[in-house]
């Protein structure tokens, strides 16, 4: 079985095993590693991308459920060399601190944005819960959004 994506714009097909899962597909054969791996059971957020707009967690998703769907990783947040606004207020508010789950917060707080280009502290609590931060930077985190929000 022949499985065909586009990730980032591009189209990519595969006869890998159908259940492979996404993550491992996107790291592995793709060669983009910003997606990490973090709990391998969907609780953790470090491995969230876009499948057609919405954000879903790679580590649990296999590639035959999502053939024909176009992908985006956090290589794919930006314009070329334009960083999207939010990539810009994360810099700016320097959010990360180790780093590790900054690709998955970033994937949320996109569709976020995309769905709600004004969200209030609730919505962006409702919306970036269980993407997990063990270095706490979930205040920074809140203050790019509104930033980005603001400046997008």
Same mark, same amino acid.
């Given at each position: 079985m022949?499985?065909? /994506?586009? =990730?980032?714009?591009?189209? %990519?097909? !595969?006869?890998?095993?159908? *259940?492979?899962p996404l993550?491992?597909? =996107?790291?592995?054969?793709?060669?983009? %590693?910003g997606t990490k791996f973090g709990c391998g059971i969907a609780? &953790?957020?470090? &491995? !969230? %991308?876009h499948v057609d707009g919405v954000p879903i967690r790679s580590c649990i998703t296999? =590639? *035959?459920?999502?053939?024909? @769907?176009? %992908?985006t990783?956090? *290589? #794919? /947040?930006a @314009?070329?060399?334009? /960083?999207h606004a939010l990539q810009k207020a994360w810099v700016e508010l320097d959010v990360p601190q180790c780093g590790y789950c900054q690709a998955g917060q /970033?994937?949320?707080?996109a569709a976020l944005l995309a769905e709600n280009p004004r969200p209030t502290d609730e919505d962006i609590d409702v919306a970036m819960n269980g993407?997990? &931060?063990?270095? #706490? !930077?979930?205040?920074?985190?809140r203050a790019a959004i509104h930033k980005a929000a603001k400046e997008g």
């Open positions: 022949t499985i065909s /994506l586009k =990730i980032n714009g591009k189209a %990519v097909s !595969t006869d890998k095993d159908p *259940e492979t993550l491992w597909f =996107i790291r592995d054969e793709v060669n983009l %590693v609780q &953790c957020g470090a &491995c !969230t %991308v296999a =590639i *035959e459920d999502i053939d024909g @769907s176009d %992908v990783t956090i *290589e #794919g /947040l @314009s070329g060399d334009k /960083l /970033l994937m949320s707080a993407n997990l &931060c063990r270095c #706490g !930077t979930y205040p920074r985190i």
